[in-house]
């Protein structure tokens, strides 16, 4: 007898998706208690794009097709600290404290993300790449340059708080439209990564239209996790897949194609 535990990402099941995730790893026992590795995320989720399952299946090796499989909901335990005692016996204290990390999933990575182009309209894309072309070849640097977007911390859990710090300069006269910070939380999908399911949007404008003379410029904000976010995860199998948090900064130059920086974090569940 085979026992695992399996988990299982589905895209858009509502349009026809398949489950394009199946992860197995367990044991094989002929009889008798067994024990599953334990298990550290990413957490069950149901979304309006994304689904990730978790369940326990049992199959025969005789090669006859018989197996059983049952769901179960995978949630934050209610403390990620243990204590271990000595191996003394049972009167002496603990001697090890172990705190137990969340598995984000296999692609999960945090920090500055490379800016990328979110419009809906092919055309408008087009446009974008043509104007920075032409800025480039040029030489062009009107607008704002050595744009870094930092928050701090970088991992933090629902209901929590961050700060985000964005700087750039400027080297001559610029007039900008406004300046944005966004919190915005989205579901990925297979090769949907210029798309953006956004099932969260927070807007905090740190500037609106002004003429900035050339020099360095910094701003920043404190942005809040809502109580109930979901965690973040990010697995692949032809594309990625999972839940994502991540602030947005943007600078719009009048004038001027925008500059958008990311800055993913991590929305830890324990």
């Known amino acids: 007898m085979r026992i695992f535990v399996r988990r299982t990402t589905i895209w858009d099941e509502r349009s026809g998706g398949v489950p394009v995730d199946r992860d197995e790893e367990g044991i094989v026992t002929e009889s008798g208690p ?11 989720f149901r ?3 994304v689904e990730l399952r978790w369940s326990i299946v ?3 090796l005789a090669g006859a097709g018989d197996h059983a499989e049952r769901p179960f909901a995978l949630v934050a335990p209610e403390t990620a600290t243990y ?15 172990t705190v137990l990390e969340p598995d984000f999933g296999e692609q999960w990575a945090e920090g500055p993300r490379r800016r990328r182009d979110f419009a809906d309209e092919p055309l408008a894309q087009i446009g974008a790449k043509v104007a920075r072309f032409f800025t480039m070849v040029t030489g062009g640097r009107t607008g704002a340059t050595n744009v870094t977007l930092d928050v701090s911390p970088s991992r933090v ?20 439209e406004s300046i944005t910070l966004e919190l915005l939380a989205r579901e990925c999908g297979i090769a949907t990564r210029q798309e953006e399911h956004l099932f969260h949007t927070h807007v905090e404008t740190v500037s609106e239209r002004a003429r900035l003379d050339p020099g360095p410029y910094t701003y920043e ?3 809040a996790v809502p109580d109930d976010a979901p965690p ?3 697995t692949r199998h032809y594309g990625v897949i999972g839940v994502e948090w991540f602030v947005r900064a943007t600078i719009q130059i009048d004038g001027h194609v925008d500059d958008v ?10």
């Open 261 to 270: 920086s990311d800055f993913v974090i991590g929305v830890a569940p324990f």
């Open 221 to 223: 904000r404190r942005l």
């Open 58 to 60: 049992a199959e025969s």
């Open 47 to 49: 979304g309006e794009h």
């Open 232 to 234: 973040c995860w990010l």
């Open 157 to 176: 859990r629902p209901g929590g708080e961050i700060v985000a710090k964005l700087a750039f300069v400027v080297n001559e006269e610029t007039v900008v």
């Open 83 to 97: 204590e271990r005692e000595a191996t003394g016996g049972y009167r002496d204290p603990p001697t090890e404290t």
């Open 34 to 44: 067994f024990v599953l590795p334990a298990l550290r995320g990413p957490l069950t």
